[in-house]
């Protein structure tokens, strides 16, 4: 049996946002951000091409997020302003999207990435 939409609190179902969707969440706010972005791969320690998305460790406590993004920052942006952008939008992402109150965003620039090589003319 369900509950009207107009039934009182107390007889309404509650809705669970696992972890791993909220970690989705701020993986995919923290690449929205233009100068941010994933991190290289790697085999056995030798660089491999393509990027994969950047790494993130959340942990929801009732209501309460809180979560660790490690991104790479295009070279030569600035990495604090960068890294509170990221900040920004993930925090404003998570409660618009699931509701929850984000306490902390930890932002770890694990790597700086550099633009791709410009073809050089000669003239």
């Given amino acids: ?5 107009d039934a009182p609190p107390d ?3 509650e809705t669970r946002i696992s972890d ?3 970690a989705r969440i701020v993986a995919r706010a923290a690449g929205e951000v ?3 972005g994933g991190l290289g791969r790697s085999l056995l320690g030798v660089s491999v091409p393509g990027r994969r998305a950047a790494r993130t460790e959340v942990r929801v406590d009732g209501h309460i997020v ?5 991104l790479s920052v295009t070279y030569p942006m600035p990495v604090r302003e960068t890294a509170r952008r990221v900040r920004d939008n993930v925090r404003a992402r998570v409660e ?12 770890d620039v694990a790597e700086l990435e550099h633009p791709p090589a410009r073809e ?3 003239r």
């Fill in 120 to 122: 050089r003319t000669v």
């Fill in 20 to 22: 791993r969707a909220v």
């Fill in 96 to 107: 618009e999207l699931t509701g929850l109150t984000v306490r902390q965003v930890d932002v």
């Fill in 66 to 70: 809180t979560a660790r993004v490690a």
């Fill in 34 to 36: 233009e100068e941010s």
């Fill in 11 to 13: 007889e309404r179902g």
């Fill in 1 to 5: 049996m369900t509950a009207a939409p």
